[in-house]
């Protein structure tokens, strides 16, 4: 009781410096290995799509990275959140709220009840039983870009680029997107199924397939999204880096 009071005030003394205690995990130190490959590969712009509150980019910066990021969020309310929690960082930039995908156009998001696990593609029950907050509670229209789109828009030919996607299984629709412009990107962070979670998602032994025909092989994997329940792992994190880059 007391351990638990003494947290209590430590974290509401923290709070009124915009500061807080981070429990440090197995899982979390991916984190540490994630920022290790961008300091080896040398780059200097992340670009993070998928953003959420922008978790991915604090924790890579808590964990060293210093150079730019470039952050998407398409979910409105989500988006202003992020937009509040990168204000005080110069080098850590947030776009206008778009989603990614093979087509330029526009798609209808399903809406999670946990924020996170919204995606454009419907979850399968079996999924929202193991997991009930993921659960699609809701639809929100939003635009849709491609990266072949955005990066011909920007002049990043003398940057070394790489591209975290963490998108609830429409990952492989936004490599497809890219292929004009992926022989140019370092290395790809992906968050894929070990099982399809989503209607239409591909599998991790697809992606990777995809990603080799497409010049990347693994660099290094991660668990991700495991079911306290069973005790399965549902998805894992995987660094892929261009072959030409090796």
Known sequence: MLKKISK??????????????????????????????LKHYKIDLVIDIGANEGQFAQNIIQYGYKNKIISFEPIKNIYEVLKKNSKNNINWIVEENVGFGETEGTKKINVSKNNVSSSILK????????????????????????????????????????????????EENIIRGAKKKIKNI??????????AIH???????EIIK?????????WSVDRGFSSKKTG????????F?????K
């Open 232 to 239: 399965q792992v549902l998805q894992i994190d995987i660094i």
């Open 186 to 195: 370092t290395g790809f962070m992906l968050e894929t199924s070990i099982e």
């Open 210 to 218: 995809l990603m080799k025909k497409m010049g990347f092989s693994v």
């Open 199 to 205: 209607n239409k998602e591909k599998d991790y032994s």
């Open 123 to 170: 979850i399968k029950k079996k999924f929202v039983n193991l997991k009930p907050d993921t659960k699609q509670i809701r639809k929100e229209k939003i635009k849709i870009t491609t990266l072949d789109n955005y990066l011909n828009k920007n002049n990043f030919n003398n940057n070394k680029i790489f591209i975290k996607l963490d998108t609830q299984g429409y």
């Open 8 to 37: 209590y005030f430590i974290n509401n003394i923290l709070k009124l410096f915009n500061l807080q205690i981070n429990k440090i995990t197995l899982s979390n130190n991916f984190n540490y290995y994630i920022v290790q490959t």
């Open 241 to 245: 880096i261009n072959d030409n880059e």
